[in-house]
């Protein structure tokens, strides 16, 4: 089981980005998802969640510009990062609950991705 994050880069501030996060594995069913971010010298902090019904949730950081949205069909997460600026610098992780075999949810992490936006 295991969740596989990918469409990170460079962009220029003011573009567009959007990550993806696939899980994969043996797995009945995914709770809330979610994407966090962690810069330099920085914390991991808390970017955009969404619930397994859609409600969403954001950081005043980034709200208003993106957006995250989830393909249950696909067991897979987006970022879709409109209008990012210098400082969404950082590695982009995403997390699960994933319900596995013999569990009732069990919490997972992607490898992050480096978004890095030029001014």
């Known amino acids: 089981v295991q969740l596989q994050a990918s469409g990170g880069g460079m962009v220029q501030a003011g573009g567009s980005l959007r990550l993806s996060c696939a899980a994969s594995g043996n797995i009945f069913s995914i709770n809330g998802m979610g994407w966090y971010r962690q810069a330099p010298g920085k914390q991991r902090e808390l970017v955009a969640a969404?619930?397994?019904?859609?409600?969403?949730m954001y950081s005043d950081a980034v709200k208003g510009r993106f957006t995250i949205s989830r393909d249950n069909a696909k067991n897979t997460v987006y970022l879709q990062m409109n209008s990012p600026k210098p400082e969404d610098t950082a590695v982009y992780y995403c997390?699960?609950?994933?319900?596995?075999?013999?569990?009732?949810?069990?919490?997972?992490w992607g490898k992050g991705t480096q978004v890095t936006v030029s001014s």
């Open positions: 969404i619930s397994t019904g859609g409600s969403t």
């Open positions: 997390n699960a609950e994933l319900v596995v075999p013999l569990t009732n949810g069990m919490d997972y």
